[in-house]
């Protein structure tokens, strides 16, 4: 300790911001140091709410408000003599004397905290694009309560009958959900040529088909270019390509960006993704403060370098670290991230971990992947439902870079697993030999998990090697086993339609010398397809990763 703490005062810590990085800090703190003076500021009135609910009371499937909030002032000091003000803005930071100063919104009066150490988590904001100004009564984000019981409000209010989301993110997509499970007829507007930009195309194309499947309907690689109003509302979207959109309601899903305006004015570094610098123990330049949360760089265990990943889980742990380490100076590291996400979109869920391959070619990453189509269950259990799962891997060494799901149930535990055999640097052979738990009911004796790891292992070691989805099949002998009936339902146009029950007796119709790629509905087929002809000496098979079940979604 220097001079400052060397008092018999208790140690001050100052947390500046709630919700998840600073409730948990606080919280992390008083469980580690029970002496320490603690105070929470926190400028709005709630100190820690569950923003990430917030879209399903939206919907009412959250039905009470109440359990939106996840601690109060009062529990805080009671449970753990926290002080918590809420309606308290920090809007300096004097580093050489160690006090905070702000604004009391109750009173309007001036304030100035000491502190010992400093915690700094004011999170992000959602961005607001130009179209949004002039205010308009039924344009809103939905970020926080306030935002939610004004769009309720509106709801309520104006007979919303219509309503557009803007962005196709994972929070627009809850708000497009619960907004039809109230019967609003929702149109979502995005950008990219695609919904959840963290998933490769062709697996994104199935959640715009549920999407369009519970009547949303989708502009895609659209921009809005204005909106009509009327006294002080929104009447009308206008897009750039001259679509004209009615609507009661908008609610706009951007994107964020961090709040670290607080930070920079202090003169603490920011990295190259925009958000503040901090070590393995959430400290900043300065030793004596810490950041958490949005508005923080995490390493990423990818990439291993620094980059912003907004969500509630790294806020969280990022908090539990600062808060320890700034209340007795020891504590875990941080460790990396994977971004790992998960939306329920209807009846389907989609989710990752890691990094996809178009993320993975915009850094210049050699990789290669695999697709599966399975049950979350044996199939032969009552209630099993499909999945695809993708497996993104490096060719040199088979590490695992990322992988997504898409499907019915069973898809969060599986991007879980993989997800943690990513955190300890595991491959698709680590993948491979994972002995999880197997009853019917529950899984497959061959999880998903480890379907996904042998197509890659078989892929790295030529056991049939695999194409993507969206190959060019030209120029290529191509092997079609399903069924007569399959293809005729869904045509392969110049593929050669022999089913794979009837290929050992019809394989001499085929071509040796030709490059030949094997297709079936999922791969499944086409995998003992193509093994079959490499049994009879062929050398350049490949299998069509995925089959025709994500081919024919490839695009719209």
């Known amino acids: 300790m220097n001079a400052h ?16 990085g600073g409730a948990s800090a606080a919280a992390r703190a008083r469980r580690t140091n029970a ?50 003000k809420t309606g308290f803005e920090a809007t300096r930071i004097d580093r050489p004397a160690r ?21 700094l988590s004011t999170g992000s904001e959602p961005i607001s694009p130009a179209f949004m100004q002039p ?15 004004a769009v309720l409000n509106q709801i309520q209010a104006a007979n919303v009958s219509d309503a557009v989301v803007v962005g196709a993110g994972f929070v627009g997509l809850e708000v497009v959900e619960q907004l039809v499970r109230i019967g609003i ?20 194309r199935g959640v715009e088909r549920e999407l369009r499947s519970h009547g949303v309907t989708l502009h895609l690689a659209s921009e809005i270019a204005g909106l009509r109003r009327a006294d002080g509302r929104a009447t009308t979207v206008e897009l750039s390509d001259g679509t ?65 990943i907004p969500l509630a889980g790294p806020a969280n742990r990022s908090g539990r670290i600062a808060g320890a380490h700034a209340a007795c100076g020891s ?42 189509q399975a049950t979350h269950h044996s199939g032969y259990f009552p209630g099993a439902e499909s999945m695809f799962l993708k497996l993104v891997y490096a060719p040199a060494d088979g590490r695992i870079l990322g992988a997504q799901g898409v499907g019915g149930l069973g898809v969060d535990k599986r991007i879980d697993v993989i997800a943690t055999a990513m955190h300890f640097g595991g491959t698709v052979y680590h993948l491979g030999q994972l002995d999880l738990a197997y009853a019917p009911p529950f899984g497959s004796a061959k999880d998903p998990v480890h379907m996904a790891a042998f197509a890659a292992i078989n892929d790295l070691e030529g056991q049939p090697s695999v194409v993507p989805p969206g190959a060019d099949l030209s120029g290529h002998q191509v092997l079609d086993v399903r069924s007569k009936r399959e293809r005729d339902e869904l045509p392969l146009e110049g593929a050669i339609g022999i089913p794979v029950d009837e290929l050992a007796d019809r394989w001499g119709e085929l071509d040796p010398d030709l490059p ?41």
């Open 5 to 20: 703490d060397a008092s018999d005062r208790p140690l001050r810590i100052v947390v500046i911001g709630g919700v998840a």
């Open 99 to 119: 006090v905070v100063e702000g604004i009391d919104h109750a009173t309007g009066e001036p304030f100035a905290i000491p502190y010992d150490r400093l915690i």
């Open 135 to 149: 205010p308009c009564d039924n344009v809103r984000h939905l970020w926080t309560l306030p935002d939610m019981d």
């Open 185 to 204: 007829r929702v149109t979502l507007i995005e950008r990219l040529d695609q919904v959840l930009k963290p998933l490769d195309r062709h697996l994104a």
């Open 35 to 84: 002496n320490a003076e603690i105070t929470v500021l926190e400028k709005g009135p709630y100190v820690s709410f569950a923003n990430c609910g917030i879209p399903y009371h939206l919907g009412g499937e959250i039905a009470q408000r109440s359990k939106l909030l996840v601690t109060t002032a009062e529990l805080f000091w009671n449970r753990f003599r926290i002080a918590v």
């Open 331 to 372: 504590a875990q590291p941080m460790g990396s991230v994977l971004g790992t996400s998960i939306v329920r979109v209807f009846g389907l869920t989609a989710a990752c971990t890691g990094l996809s391959e178009a993320a993975l070619d915009g850094y210049g990453i050699d990789h290669r992947a695999v697709i599966i």
């Open 244 to 308: 004209v959109i009615p609507t009661d309601l908008i609610v706009i899903g951007a994107g964020v960006r961090p709040r670290v305006g607080l930070a920079v004015e202090a003169g603490l570094s920011i990295g190259k993704a925009g958000g503040l610098v901090v070590d393995e123990f959430m400290r900043t330049a300065d030793p004596n403060i810490y950041a958490v949360g949005d508005m923080v760089e995490y390493l990423h265990g990818v990439l291993d370098s620094r980059m912003r």
């Open 516 to 556: 030949t790629i094997t297709v079936c509905h999922s791969g499944k087929r086409a995998h003992v397809a193509a093994c079959w002809l490499r049994g009879k000496g062929w050398e350049n098979v490949r299998n069509l990763t995925g089959g025709m079940a994500i081919r024919s979604i490839e695009d719209p």
